[in-house]
């Protein structure tokens, strides 16, 4: 069982910044990644960035330079600084992490429950 729980959401005006965290609980595998995804209204969602165990990193190109992502893997622990924000970064931000429990096992995905970012004036 994992569990992710995402904060740090809310209300910011353009140019602005958020941290966003996400913490998972349960049974954490050594090798794993996680990442950020976003769903604004009307959209599908998309990937923001990925953080592997080693701490290997892919951004989307419309957030590469403002958005940066890191982990605390002693703690369990995802971030996503989000700075220079712009009213099209508005979404859902959603924790995502795929791993497997043995080299026997398929590779599963698990998602948080979200955290809600709006960016206006």
Known sequence: QVQLVESGGGLVQPGG???LSCVASGTISRVNVMGWY???PGKEREMVATI???KST???DSVKGRFTISR???KNTMYLQLDMLKPEDTAVYYCHLNQ???VLDKYKDYWGQGTRVTVSS
């Open 72 to 74: 605390d893997n002693a």
């Open 52 to 54: 592997t165990q080693g």
């Open 100 to 102: 497997r429990r043995t």
């Open 17 to 19: 910044s958020l941290r």
């Open 38 to 40: 976003r769903q604004a």
């Open 58 to 60: 892919t951004y989307a």
